[in-house]
C-alpha cells in the first residue's frame, strides 16, 4: 500500500468512526454508552482456595470470563446485576467422581440406566464440571462423547476405563484379554482434552494384570491413574504399592468385606496409607451408595487425614441415597469438623489439580466464568452414611445460582432476571 | 472269591491309589506363566490332565504329577496363535500357494518355536478348501484354522485372483457358516490390481457370515488409499495386514516419508481396525515400524505370514518377529498378548491363547536370552537388540510335541539302572 492509499484509508476510517468513539468539539468523553459487563455478582462472600481470597468481593462477567474482581464494582458498568450479599461464591465445583455415561442399556453404568444425565443433576448442585470415572473404555468412549459430553452444558471429562466396554457388566468388565489394546492409547492421544486419567477397578479375578496394564497406559501417556475397589484380589498395600505422586485412589472412607479399611479398630490409619500420602498419593472420597462411613471418617479427620478432593459417584442410586449431592457432602464434611476453605478447595481448585486441569477450578481474571454461589442455611441438618448412621451439622450450603462459561444455568430465585412490572 | 481274585482286587485298589496320588499327567514347575486373558503374569505352576489344563496355582506339589518339568527360569504362555501363515502345502506346478510349493507343511515349523494354532491367511478359496482340508488341515497336529480367499480358487495365481467373476461373497460365507464353521474364521481379500472391488465383496461376505475380513492391500500402481480402506470400506474388527510394509509404489504406507505416523491410522485404530503385521519375505521394514513404534502406534496381533519365501530371510519365525518389538520397546507381556489373547480375540476364538483350568492344554515354555543379536527387515536392513526370545518346550492337547534340550525327558542312564 502507498502512503497516499494509507493516507486516503486513515481519513475514510476518521470520517466513519470518528463520530461514535471522540465527544464533539473537543469536549470530555462521555461515560461509554453501553455496559463493560455482561453480568454483575454483588456483595457476595468470595472464598477462591488457589488465592487464597476470602472477603467481600464483586465479581464482573463478560464474555464467558470472569473479567474483574474487586471489593467494588460499578454496578452501572454492567448490564444485568444479581445481588448475592450473604451468599457464599466460589468457582463452579468440579466433581471428580461421577457416572454420566447415561443410555438405555437397563441395570448397567456404560450407555446406561446406572449413570445419570449431567444437565439434569449438575446445575442445582453448583458443579459445573463432572469427570466421568471410567464408566466407558475405549470401545464406546466416543459413544460417550457423542451422547453425553458434546450435548451437556455441564463440562464432561473423563477417566477412561481399562475394560474395553468400561463399566459394561460382568464377565465383559474383567476380561483382561480386552485391556490395553493399542485402540485405547490411539483414544487417549486423540481426545487429549476430554480424557483426565485411567481408571482401573471392578475386576474381582485373581492377579494383578488390570493395575499393571493401567500402569502402563498412564504413563505412556503421563497421566494419573484413578483406583475405584472392588479388586477384591488385590490387597490394599499391593493397590497402593502401583501408585505413583498424584494418582488418586478413590472410596478413602469405605468400609467393606473386598477392601481393608483405611482406619484401624483403634482409630488410626494403617501405616501404608499414611506412606502414600507421604509420598503423594491422592485419596478421594468417593461417597456413592456404600462408599462412605462415619466410622471410617470421623477418626480418619480427627487425626488429620482429610479427603484430598470430594468425589460424589454419582449415579441413580447414589444420588437418592445418603450422597444426595456435592453440597450435601460438603456439608457433611462441614459437620466433622472440617472447615469451609478446607470443603470449598476439596470440591474446586483440588480437584482441578488433580486431573492437571489448573484453567478451572478457581476464581481469576481471566478464567472461564464458571461459578457457584450457595446459600450457608444455619439450623440442625442431619447426615447419613452408607451404614444408615445419622450425625446432625448445623450448616448446609444450598445452591442458589450457577453460572457455567457466564451462562446462568441455575438460579433458584432469579437474582439475575429483571423484576416483574419494570 | 479266589485267590487271584484277591490279586486284582488289590492291584485295582493299588491302581487307584497311585491315581489319586498323582491326578496330573504333566506338571510345569516354577516357571513364569504370561496369560493374559487370565490376567497372570507371574509365577506359577501348570498342571495338565490328558488333554486338558487341570490346575493354574502358585505351588503345586511335584508328587501330584507322573512327570514333572522345571521351570525355573524360564517363562510359559499359552501355545502361541500365528494369525497370518500359507500352509496349503502341495506341488502342483502351475500353483504358488494354493496347493504349491510356496506354502509350507505346518507342524514342521509351528511347534519350535511355540506355535499351535496357525491361521492360514485365505490360500484356499471356496473352490478348494475341502481339498486344502483334507491335504493339510485334517493331516497336522498343529491347529489350523483358516480365512477363507474370496477368490473361488484362494491364492492360485495372480490370475485367478484378478477374476472378479470368481468372487462370490454367498459361496464364500455358506462355506464359513454352514461347512465349516469350525475352521473357517473369515474372509481374506489379497493381490488385486484394480479398485474396492475385491475387498468389497470380501467384507459382503463378512458381513452375510458374520466374520472379519482380513486384507493385504498391496499391488495396485498407482496404490489405492488406506483412509478410504479404513473408513469407506472395512468395518470395526476388520484386519488390516502387512502393516509395516514399506513399498511406497504400490502399497500405501502408514508412515509417511518424513516417519511420521499419519494421523487417520491411529483413528482407524482407534475406531477398531486391528492391525496385524504379517512380516513376510516383503513386508516389515524397521523404517515403519521403528517410528510407528516410538509414535505410539502399536500392532494389535504380531503374526509370520509364514511361507517359503519368508521364513529364510529376515522373518524366520515367530520368535524372530516376537523378539523384534521386544527390542523396540514392546514389554515382554503385551508380546505375548499379541500372539494369544488378542488373536483369539480378533478371530472369535476365545477358548483358545489362554490357560484357564478346563482350557485345552496348548502351551509353549520359552527364555528370553540376553546377548547381541541382530535383526533384519525384508529390505536387507539390520536392528541391533540385546534379547531374544528362544522357545523350548512346546506341549499340544497335552503332548509333548518339541522339546529343544530334552528338558522334559529322563537322563539316558536312567533306563540302565
Known sequence: ?422 | MTPNRHILAAAFALALAGAQAQPYDLLLKGGHLIDPANGRDGRFDVAVRRDTIALVAPDIPAAQAARVVDLKGRYLAPGLIDMHVHVFHGNHPDAYIADGYTSVPPDGFTFRSGVTTVVDAGSSGWRNFPQFKKQTIDRSKTRVLAFLNIAGTGMASRFEEQNLDDMNPQQAAYMVTRLHPDILVGIKSAHFWGGFEQVDRAVTAGRLADVPVIVDFGEHQPPNSIRSLFFDHLRPGDIFTHTYSYGPKNRETVVDEDLRVKPFVLEAQRRGIVFDVGHGGGAFSFRQAKPAMEQGFWPDVISTDLHTESMNAGMKDLNNVMSKFLNMGMPLKDVVARVTSYPARVIRRRALGQLAVGAVADICVFEVQEGAFGFLDVRGFRMDGSRRIQNLLTVRAGRIVWDLHGMAAADWRSELK
Open chain 1, 1 to 422: 500500500m502507498s502512503p497516499v492509499m494509507r493516507l486516503r484509508l486513515a481519513i475514510a476510517l476518521c470520517l466513519a468512526l470518528g463520530p461514535r468513539y471522540t465527544s464533539a468539539q473537543g469536549e470530555a468523553p462521555v461515560s461509554p454508552p453501553v455496559a463493560r459487563y455482561d453480568l454483575l455478582l454483588r456483595g457476595g462472600r468470595v472464598l477462591d482456595p488457589r488465592s487464597g481470597r476470602d472477603g467481600r468481593y464483586d465479581v464482573a462477567v463478560h464474555d464467558g470470563r470472569i473479567a474483574r474482581i474487586a471489593r467494588r464494582i460499578d454496578p452501572a458498568t454492567a448490564r444485568r446485576v444479581a445481588s448475592v450479599r450473604g451468599l457464599l461464591v466460589t468457582a463452579g465445583l468440579v466433581d471428580i467422581h461421577t457416572h454420566v455415561f447415561a443410555g438405555s442399556g437397563t441395570g448397567r453404568f456404560a450407555d446406561g440406566t446406572s449413570s445419570v444425565n449431567p444437565d439434569q443433576h449438575c446445575p442445582m448442585q453448583g458443579v459445573t464440571t463432572v469427570v466421568d470415572a471410567g464408566t466407558s473404555g475405549w470401545r464406546n468412549f466416543e459413544a460417550l462423547h457423542r451422547q453425553v459430553m458434546e450435548p451437556s452444558r455441564t463440562r464432561v471429562l473423563a477417566f477412561l476405563n481399562i475394560a474395553g466396554a468400561g463399566m459394561s457388566g460382568k464377565p465383559a468388565e474383567e476380561d483382561s484379554a480386552d485391556m490395553g489394546w493399542p485402540a485405547a492409547r490411539a483414544m487417549l492421544a486423540a481426545h487429549a482434552d476430554r480424557i483426565v486419567g485411567i481408571k482401573v477397578g471392578h475386576y474381582t479375578r485373581p492377579g494383578e494384570w488390570p493395575l499393571q496394564v493401567a500402569r502402563e497406559m498412564a504413563d505412556s501417556a503421563r497421566l494419573p491413574v484413578f483406583v475405584e475397589c472392588h479388586l477384591p484380589e488385590i490387597p490394599l498395600a499391593r493397590q497402593l504399592a502401583f501408585l505413583r505422586p498424584g494418582d488418586i485412589m478413590t472410596h478413602c472412607f469405605e468400609q467393606v468385606s473386598e477392601r481393608e479399611p483405611f482406619v484401624l479398630p483403634d482409630g488410626s490409619l494403617r501405616a501404608e496409607v499414611l506412606e502414600a500420602r507421604s509420598r503423594g498419593v491422592l485419596f478421594d472420597l468417593g461417597h456413592g451408595g456404600a462408599g462412605f462411613w462415619f466410622d471410617q471418617a470421623i477418626p480418619a479427620i480427627r487425626a488429620g487425614f482429610l479427603p484430598s478432593t470430594l468425589g460424589t459417584d454419582m449415579h441413580r442410586n447414589s444420588l437418592q441415597a445418603s450422597m444426595k449431592s456435592l453440597p450435601s457432602v460438603m456439608s457433611k464434611c462441614l459437620a466433622m469438623g472440617m472447615t469451609l476453605p478446607e470443603v470449598v478447595a476439596r470440591a474446586t481448585w483440588e480437584p482441578a489439580r488433580a486431573i492437571r486441569r489448573p484453567d478451572i477450578g478457581h476464581l481469576a481474571e481471566g478464567a472461564p466464568a464458571d461459578i457457584a454461589v450457595f446459600r450457608i442455611e444455619r439450623g440442625h441438618f442431619g447426615y447419613v452414611d452408607a451404614g444408615g448412621r445419622r450425625i446432625v451439622g448445623r450448616r448446609r450450603l444450598s445452591a442458589e445460582m450457577t453460572l457455567r462459561d457466564g451462562r446462568v444455568t441455575w438460579d433458584l430465585q432469579g437474582r439475575s432476571a429483571d423484576p416483574w412490572g419494570r
